[in-house]
């Protein structure tokens, strides 16, 4: 069974700063997707990606495959970023095979 | 741009009540699915379906049920609801079964049961 770990799981850090978020997976996957949570519940897909980089405005996720880790990285961090940032991993086939990890809480502070 | 509108916010339910939960996306998606989300332990699947009448049990499926009578409504239903069901419920859709595609999320409906 695949399993997803984040790391760290809590991060405070100032205005400004550049960020890095962990993810290891176990096994093989299709696809890796970093979310957003913020305060209140909704979910908003960051990315998807099944190899290399994208880049988004100061959002950058790589994944190393044969590592079986992915980073998503926050250049010159605002207050707006302060949100809990998952992964899930996507292992392929089935309606679902998403395993998520349990979050990163992030707070940057002005 | 997709939507995935979950029908209530914030839910207060009584033990032993039914709740219905009521999630509709406007992409014609294949997939929903249902979610509910617990501090430390992320999100775990309840839930879902790949098509219309379709339904597959997820990791959680106990004290729950869903209905999906039309392709962009999926239901999921609390038989009768107990405190250990208080927590975040999200409902997600995605396009196709089986590729890989990003997925969606509702605004999530917070239930307190009481």
């Known amino acids: 069974k695949n399993e997803v770990e984040q790391s760290p799981q809590n991060l405070t850090a100032q205005e400004g700063e550049f960020i890095t978020i962990n993810c290891s997976y176990s096994?093989?996957?299709?696809?890796l997707h970093w979310l957003q949570q913020h305060p209140g519940g909704g979910i908003v897909s960051l990315f998807m990606?099944?190899?290399g980089k994208k880049k988004h405005g100061r959002l950058i996720a790589t994944i190393n495959i044969q590592e079986k880790h992915s980073s998503l990285h926050i250049t010159a961090s605002h207050p707006r970023d302060s949100a809990v940032y998952i992964c899930?991993?996507?292992?392929?086939?089935?309606?679902?095979?998403?395993?998520f990890g349990k979050g990163t809480h992030l707070i940057i502070q002005p | 741009d997709v939507k995935v509108t979950q029908s209530s916010r914030y839910l207060v339910k009584r033990t032993g009540e039914k709740v219905f939960l009521e999630c509709v996306q406007d992409?014609?998606?294949?997939?929903m699915f249902w979610y509910r989300q617990d501090p430390g332990l992320g999100l775990r699947l309840i839930y879902f379906?790949?098509?219309?009448?379709?339904?597959e049990k997820g990791d959680i499926p106990e004290g729950y049920s869903v209905s999906r009578e039309k392709k962009e409504r999926f239901s999921l239903i609390l038989e009768s609801a107990s405190t250990n069901q208080t927590s975040m419920y999200l409902c997600?859709?995605?396009?196709?079964?089986?590729?890989?595609?990003?997925?969606?999320f509702g605004q999530g409906t917070r239930l307190t049961v009481v």
């Open positions: 997600a859709s995605r396009k196709e079964r089986g590729v890989d595609t990003e997925a969606f």
């Open positions: 096994v093989g996957i299709s696809a």
């Open positions: 990606l099944s190899s």
């Open positions: 899930a991993s996507h292992s392929g086939g089935g309606a679902d095979g998403l395993t």
């Open positions: 992409m014609d998606h294949e997939n």
């Open positions: 379906s790949y098509d219309v009448k379709m339904k």
